[in-house]
């Protein structure tokens, strides 16, 4: 699969449980996005990697929110003491550095009870 | 920061009729706006790309057409076809801050 690939598909969680999701973008990318799209909206930005470094952080992300890209390959997303309002779809996406074009994956839908 | 304004939030055009969808942004300074393609349960897709260097860019019944200085872009679908029914997304970057619309929800009548 050359495809950007995310996991879990689906997770279901209580408040205040932790969650983590993972990404796994198209080899060859060395950019890694993380976005959050509820219903009716579009994707909200939240962070991005090149390489291994974070370059950017959203004011949406709040403290609960800490990513990782350790080797500069796959992303985790976590997710501590999860809200109801944290409930979304988180989809990653990822690029080259020299080109813009964002491929996404097929995200994960959060729900939180 | 940049805002990306999206209109209409829906569309309904009769299968074979044109489709316009328009986007405003405010940062003078983007420079890259792809369209996406969001089908219902799905990931979105990249259908078509515009580089602030360019003022109009055509892919077969698609083209994008860019305005800089009225920083506004549009996205334009022609021979509407029932599988054209999907959520579009248009998107404005500079350097690596990307925003994106809040989408149009198109319909294709039969």
């Known amino acids: 699969d050359t495809g950007v690939s995310q996991n879990p598909r689906h997770k279901i969680t209580k408040r205040g449980q932790n969650v983590t999701f993972r990404c796994d973008p198209i080899?060859?990318?060395?950019?890694l996005y993380w976005y959050r799209q509820t219903l009716g909206q579009g994707p909200e930005f939240l962070t991005y990697?090149?390489?291994?470094?974070?370059?950017?952080k959203s004011r949406l992300l709040s403290d609960r929110f800490s990513a990782e890209r350790p080797k500069g390959s796959f992303s985790t997303l976590e997710i501590q003491r999860t809200e109801q309002g944290d409930s979304a779809m988180y989809l990653c996406?990822?690029?080259?550095?020299?080109?813009?074009?964002?491929?996404f994956g097929p995200g994960t839908r959060l729900t939180v009870l | 920061g940049e805002n990306v304004e999206q209109h209409p939030s829906t569309l309904s055009v009769q299968e074979g009729d044109s489709a316009v969808i328009k986007c405003t942004y405010s940062?003078?300074?983007?420079?890259?706006f792809p369209w996406y393609k969001q089908e219902l349960g799905k990931r979105p897709q990249l259908i078509i790309d515009?580089?602030?260097?360019?003022g109009e860019k055509k892919d077969q019944r698609i083209a994008v057409t860019l305005n800089k200085t009225a920083k506004h872009f549009s996205l334009h679908i022609t021979e509407t076809q029932p599988e054209d029914s999907a959520v579009y997304f248009c998107?404005?970057?500079?350097?690596?801050?990307?925003?994106f619309g809040k989408g149009t929800r198109l319909h294709i009548l039969p």
């Open positions: 080899s060859e990318h060395n950019r």
């Open positions: 940062d003078s300074a983007s420079n890259y």
């Open positions: 990697f090149q390489n291994e470094a974070q370059l950017e």
């Open positions: 515009i580089r602030s260097n360019v």
């Open positions: 996406a990822s690029s080259l550095a020299s080109n813009n074009e964002q491929f």
């Open positions: 998107a404005a970057i500079r350097d690596d801050k990307i925003i």
